[in-house]
Nanobody
Framework: QVNLVESGGGLVQTGGSLRLSCTAS????????VAWYRQAPGKQRESVAT??????NYADSVKGRFTISKDSAKNTLYLRMNDLKPEDTAVYFC?????WGRGTQVTVSS
């Protein structure tokens, strides 16, 4: 069983930056899919960035601003977020091969 813990969320002003981390513990299953999702109030959870078999993909709304990366030695997934906008406000969740973390809140003030 894999346990995922996100961290790094918080309150930031428009144009600011944050780096989210997601550390996996427990029985680590090497898989080809890791990702960050987000869910804003009243909206469905949406994919933000994914790594599938080494290939990264981003939602159009975050391209050029967000960067997903992973450190396999540390069992940690990252999401670097630059030039944050109020519309980026959401709870951000990591996903390792279908296992979800509990989420971390990101709030961007205007």
């Amino acid at each position: 069983q894999v346990n995922l813990v996100e961290s790094g969320g918080g309150l930031v002003q428009t144009g600011g930056s944050l780096r989210l981390s997601c550390t996996a513990s427990g029985i680590i299953v090497i898989n080809n899919f890791v990702a960050w999702y987000r869910q804003a109030p009243g909206k469905q959870r949406e994919s933000v960035a994914t790594i599938t078999s080494g290939i990264t993909n981003y939602a159009d709304s975050v391209k050029g601003r967000f960067t997903i990366s992973k450190d396999s030695a540390k069992n940690t997934l990252y999401l670097r977020m630059n030039d944050l906008k109020p519309e980026d406000t959401a709870v951000y969740f990591c996903n390792f091969g279908g296992t979800w973390g509990r989420g971390t809140q990101v709030t961007v003030s205007s």
